[in-house]
């Protein structure tokens, strides 16, 4: 619903504002008298739509970005009860994480990226953050060791992009 509301409600709102506000100002400042009433609602719709078509473009470039922005790392946990001898992973909010998702973390260091673990999104905590669990991991370090010191933190980041390989790692293991 929120997807709907941003990418359709939005933009007619602000188009129906511009197209009465145009309608307003032209009315009051211009004399039209001469004009036919086909060519005056011909330059509403042409004036309406170019707005309206910017407006969508400017709503899906938003959501592009926005749908591409890496997951951080807010906090990592040792699990207790349900998740105990795991530990979690909670990352800040990001508009394209949903339960139940599979996540890469990557470790970017010197414009180079190294798969770490497969995580899973389990639940959110009651602020909204998503918060995972490890599935895999994609290393021979010690994972729970590595990513319990917050100085690696910053230079961790989710990815919905799962190469086959890592996958394949997880089938053989």
Same mark, same amino acid.
């Given at each position: 619903m929120a997807f709907l509301k941003e990418t359709i409600v939005t933009p007619i709102s602000i188009v129906w504002l511009v197209l009465t506000g145009g309608a307003s100002l032209v009315a009051i400042f211009a004399d039209l008298g001469e004009i036919d009433i086909i060519v005056k609602s011909l330059g509403v719709v042409s004036v309406s739509a170019t707005v309206a078509f910017m407006t969508l473009l400017y709503q899906s470039y938003n959501h592009y970005q926005q749908s591409r922005s890496p997951a951080t790392?807010?906090?990592?946990?040792?699990?207790?009860?349900?998740?105990?001898?795991? +530990?979690?992973?909670?990352?800040?909010?990001? @508009?394209?994480?949903? &339960?139940?998702?599979?996540?890469?973390?990557?470790?970017?260091?010197?414009?180079?990226?190294?798969?770490?673990?497969?995580?899973?999104?389990?639940?959110?905590?009651?602020?909204?953050?998503?918060?995972?669990?490890? +599935?895999?991991?994609?290393?021979?370090?010690?994972?729970?060791?590595?990513?319990?010191?917050?100085?690696?933190?910053?230079?961790?980041?989710?990815? @919905?992009?799962?190469?086959?390989?890592? &996958?394949?790692?997880?089938?053989?293991?």
């Open positions: 790392i807010r906090k990592v946990i040792e699990g207790t009860h349900y998740y105990s001898g795991n +530990l979690v992973l909670i990352f800040d909010k990001s @508009p394209w994480i949903s &339960i139940g998702q599979v996540l890469v973390l990557v470790q970017e260091t010197e414009d180079v990226q190294l798969p770490i673990a497969l995580v899973s999104i389990e639940t959110t905590t009651t602020e909204g953050f998503p918060q995972a669990v490890i +599935l895999n991991p994609l290393s021979s370090e010690d994972i729970t060791k590595y990513l319990s010191d917050p100085s690696r933190w910053k230079s961790i980041i989710g990815l @919905p992009d799962i190469k086959h390989k890592y &996958i394949a790692g997880v089938e053989n293991a």
